[in-house]
């Protein structure tokens, strides 16, 4: 599948909550160490917190007034908060036995507990970089297309939104409708297999 980066969109296009819906059911599947399933997404929708967003982006204007929504995705500092939750659901559910969930969250608690915090964030920055791209490939199938932002100041997002410093922002998308042209647009410059893959 290509990945299509779009950066400019329809204006005005409002994406329906059924739409949304079905994105969120579908990336719950991401895989994720110890199906601990550390992120959370902030959509950010409205006219009045896309103008706020504007305070933290480095360009990326167009971006911004065209799209949809931009969709941050932060990663929760406290991965095992929902360790029990999640655990009970797997035991109600059959999956495991609970000798096998008792097992499971004592390794949980060893290997946070003891974690320092690079190698928590390092952790995260896979996790939330798998998710955003399940999250664009289930836009993509529902016809919509997205573009990743780099330039913003992702250290002052928790102070402007009010959003809790265990979230981590990590990833920002802009998402929304492509414009439709008749102009025939080249497909963008790729390496060649051999550039980047050696079989040892």
Known sequence: ????????????????????????KEIRY?????????????????????????????GNKVQLETSSAMVLLCGNMNKIDLSEKIYNSRLENK???IDQKKFILEQIRKQYNFLDQ???????FLELGIISLHFIIASQD????????????????NNLFNIPFNYLP????????????????????????????KFL
């Open 95 to 97: 999956e495991i036995t």
């Open 142 to 157: 529902l016809g919509y297309n997205c573009c990743y932002i780099g330039g913003c100041h992702f250290n002052k997002l």
């Open 170 to 197: 990590i990833i920002l998308i802009a998402i929304g409708k492509k414009v439709e042209s008749e102009e025939i647009v080249k497909k963008s410059f790729k390496l060649e297999p051999e550039d980047f893959v």
């Open 30 to 58: 991401t895989p994720s160490s110890f199906n601990l399933q550390p992120w959370f997404f902030f959509v950010i929708e409205s006219e009045f917190n896309k103008n706020k967003l504007k305070e933290c982006l480095i």
């Open 1 to 24: 599948m290509n990945i299509e980066t779009i950066r400019c969109f329809k204006k005005q296009h409002k994406i329906p909550k059924y739409i949304w819906t079905k994105i969120f």
């Open 118 to 124: 690079n190698s928590l964030k390092n952790e995260l």
